[in-house]
């Protein structure tokens, strides 16, 4: 299966161009589900359709759907309560019954996460085309699977795990309960999902579709884009401009002048401005956009060795020396860009050297690392 990731600021019409671009696969005869989590129906006023939490067969070879956060977040909670029903007891709380639930911030981008696993899963489709939310958000989200395991295993590492028989002796000698079975039964069902998506988004065939509208700030919203994607080793598919005008010479040719500028400055797939919000299949097949070109050229992040001297390259396009923080913990590297951080593992050859130093050149991160003699084998 493959997956496109459609990214870009709000108002850029990203929802209206991942449905343009799932309805260009399908009429080449691509199996293709298009992926919203938006609460409005924005994707279904695109196509023409109304969408919901069951998906809908738009034609053939189109299915779109937009899970209903609100389903999964309730059945999740009332199963946490079954669980917990003797820690709720303790502490005198009382139940919410499932008419009074209400998602929580996230839980749409959360619930979209996982019906990307779920469609990964079911092997129905050949192409995934995902709506992600604003550029901001949509970085967040992700990152959310390897912080999230990264969380489970650092409060609840394996070893503790291991040791759930002697839990109640522990419990009585310490004078406090232990963690419940259920508790780590629930931290393992989470980390296996979220190696699921983890899985989907480091496939070779997953890659970020990036969607703006060229102006200043849409050339902000695209240096970002791609700074966060790169530090996340996720692909840019293609970046398309939309909404783009026709050369004009009366009282647009202010604007249309100042998306040439920025049109210049990028290598992107223009999408032209159709002189109304489009709807509909007709209209969505009049953007033209360009084809899904899957897998694409991937993030690669070289070791390479001169003189005894490792250098770890990382792209890190539009990156500002200012901005820029290392720091070694042990095994990784936490990498701190602008907004955007990320707690990088070490390659095994780098973890049994000491960084030297680094630079930032031409959009690429060179960190400098020299073995250890002490943990570097002696025959080298």
Request: aromatic letters at 4%; hydrophobic letters at 45%.
């Amino acid at each position: 299966m493959r997956t496109l990731l459609v990214a870009g600021p709000g108002g850029s019409g990203r929802t209206t161009l991942a449905a343009a671009t799932a309805l260009e696969a399908s009429l080449a005869g691509t199996r293709t589900l298009v992926l919203s989590a938006d609460r409005g129906d924005s994707l279904g006023a695109a196509l023409g359709v109304v969408t919901g939490d069951k998906p809908l067969a738009v034609s053939e070879f189109l299915t779109a759907w937009r899970p209903d956060a609100s389903l999964g977040f309730r059945d999740d909670l009332l199963r946490f309560q079954e669980k917990a029903t003797g820690a709720l007891d303790l502490l005198g709380a009382s139940r919410l019954e499932g008419e009074e639930m209400t998602p929580l911030p996230g839980a749409e981008e959360l619930n979209l996460l996982r019906a990307l696993r779920d469609a990964a899963l079911s092997e129905r489709f050949e192409l995934v085309v995902v709506d992600l939310p604003a550029i901001p958000q949509a970085l967040s989200l992700l990152a959310l699977p390897e912080e999230l395991r990264r969380y489970i295993r650092r409060l609840l590492p394996a070893e503790r795990q291991a040791a759930r028989a002697l839990r109640p002796v522990l419990g009585r000698l310490a004078g406090v309960p232990m963690p419940a079975e259920w508790l780590y039964e629930a931290a393992g069902k989470w980390a296996g999902e979220l190696a699921a998506v983890e899985a989907v988004l480091a496939d070779p065939g997953t890659a970020v579709r990036i969607v703006a509208e060229p102006g200043p700030t849409g050339a902000d919203a695209v240096r970002d884009a791609r700074l966060g994607l790169a530090l996340r080793r996720l692909p840019v598919e293609a970046l398309v401009a939309n909404r783009v005008l026709p050369d004009e010479t009366g009282w647009l040719a202010a604007p249309v002048a100042q998306q040439r500028k920025v049109l210049d400055e990028w290598n992107a797939d223009p999408v032209p401005h159709l002189g109304r919000d489009p709807r509909g299949l007709d209209d969505l097949r009049d953007l033209a956009v360009p084809p899904v070109t899957l897998p694409a050229h991937p993030v690669e992040w070289p070791v390479t060795e001169q003189d005894g001297v490792f250098v770890w390259t990382l792209p890190l396009p539009g990156a500002v020396r200012g901005e820029l923080d290392l720091i070694r913990r042990g095994d990784e590297l936490v990498v701190t860009v602008g907004q955007f951080r990320r707690i990088v593992p070490l390659p095994s050859a780098l973890r049994r050297c000491t960084v030297e130093g680094a630079s930032l050149r031409d959009g690429e991160l060179r960190t400098r690392f020299v073995p250890d003699p002490e943990l570097w084998p002696k025959d080298r």
